[in-house]
């Protein structure tokens, strides 16, 4: 059975850095691109960052290009969303998904607020 965790939410201030970790269980990370969405408040699902499998190429939401950075592990099954230079609008749940498979994690909040 294929299992996502996420960790590492909370409550930050603006400016501040949380780092998300999404580790996978039942399965080798080696064999899956991930990836994290987020879903805001009255807002659509929508991604944030990508990482791929098969050449360690990643991909980035133009809203948090330059902030976020998405890294994998894969001898500790996990995947990484350090998150820095936290917005008032990044405010929602993450979720990490094992891309073209319906394995999803249960998600994380994350709450910017002053």
């Known amino acids: 059975q294929v299992q996502l965790v996420e960790s590492g939410g909370g409550l930050v201030q603006p400016g501040g850095s949380l780092r998300l970790s999404c580790v996978i269980s039942?399965?080798?990370?080696?064999?899956?691109?991930v990836g994290w969405f987020r879903r805001a408040p009255g807002k659509e699902r929508e991604g944030v960052s990508c990482?791929?499998?098969?050449?360690?190429?990643?991909v980035y939401a133009d809203s948090v290009k330059g902030r976020f950075t998405i890294s994998r592990d894969n001898d500790k099954n996990t995947v990484y969303l350090q998150m820095n230079d936290l917005q008032l609008e990044d405010t929602a749940d993450y979720y990490c998904?094992?891309?073209?498979?319906?394995?999803w994690g249960q998600g994380t909040q994350v709450t910017v607020s002053s």
């Open positions: 998904n094992a891309l073209n498979t319906g394995y």
């Open positions: 039942g399965a080798d990370l080696y064999y899956y691109s």
């Open positions: 990482t791929s499998n098969s050449d360690d190429g990643t």
